[in-house]
């Protein structure tokens, strides 16, 4: 014979054990799944859990009002009197709301105020009553006795320009009668306000990362791109999703939670605790 011919008889198997690369497969399969999901599991842990539970921590041994009878809800003398304001000005002010809820949650609301009108005008929506409430308080008043802060103001022509299209978005907000609130995931006053900042995208912001219910679309919309095309959104809900763009940054919201970052003004965006910029 001039060699050895490779036959082998089709009755002969070798046991598997001779091939553990692919005995193992199964193993390894799952073995990198439950690693990534681990990684996952803490990450998240990491980034929206651990924010949260710190800013609980805090709020508990915080000294705060016990109910909404004993909060202040007068001016925390932000803005001047309107009459010593002759412009036009807009003004979206958020504040940390009441009860352990104010561990991770805001209120927001918006305030306008015509060229040469002697008052200003402030929207909230609320969950009771009739739940688009206008001037039911003083326009920077403190919320649960928490002092507001600043989201975005306009004045002179540019607001002028915008205050029609404004009270244009606030009229048509589908959830303004009656029975048109829920605290959780929305529709709530930053479903609201979103609302507003997405229908008037000149004002150039997005509600800060506590405002739990601002990721909730109108009409139980999954998807939504703003008017200028800069910024998408995607939800289920307001219960998981993402948003990215211009104004946006690039955020993802569980639970209600946002976490992100702005890299057009750098920052980073955490859970519970709002925007730090770098």
């Known amino acids: 014979s001039t060699g050895f011919a490779m036959i082998m008889p089709s009755n002969i198997r070798f046991p598997l054990r001779y091939y553990p690369k692919f005995t193992n497969l199964p193993t390894r399969f799952w073995s990198a799944r439950m690693k990534l999901l681990r990684n996952v599991l803490v990450l ?139 605290i959780w995931p929305g529709p709530n006053s930053n479903t609201f306000v979103a609302h507003v900042l997405r229908s008037v995208p000149e004002l150039g912001v997005v509600l800060p990362p506590d405002a739990v219910g601002r990721d909730y679309l109108p009409d139980g919309k999954l998807f939504a791109i703003d008017p200028d095309g800069k910024d998408v959104h995607a939800t289920l809900y307001g219960l998981l999703g993402v948003s990215a763009g211009l104004r946006s940054g690039l955020e993802i919201h569980i639970m209600g939670l946002v976490a992100g970052v702005d890299l057009a003004h750098p920052a980073i965006k955490i859970p519970a605790i709002g925007r730090i910029g770098i």
Request: avoid cysteine; hydrophobic fraction near 40%; charge should be positive.
């Open 44 to 182: 998240f842990l990491v980034i929206y859990l651990v924010p949260a539970l710190g800013a609980a921590g805090y709020w508990y041994i915080k000294d705060r009002p016990a109910n909404w009878r004993e909060a202040n809800w007068t001016s925390a003398g932000i803005l001047p009197e309107a009459t010593k304001t002759p412009q036009a000005t807009i003004h979206i002010f958020s504040a940390a709301t009441g009860g352990m809820k104010g561990a991770v949650a805001s209120h927001a609301w918006i305030v306008t105020k015509e060229a040469n009108a002697r008052t200003y005008n402030r929207y909230d929506k609320v969950g009771w009553g009739t739940p688009v409430r206008k001037n039911g308080y003083a326009p920077d008043a403190y919320w649960y006795s928490n002092t507001p802060r600043v989201v975005v103001s306009v004045s002179g022509d540019e607001a002028a320009r915008l205050i029609p299209k404004i009270e244009k978005a606030i009229s048509a907000y589908p959830y303004s009668k009656p029975g048109g609130y829920r």
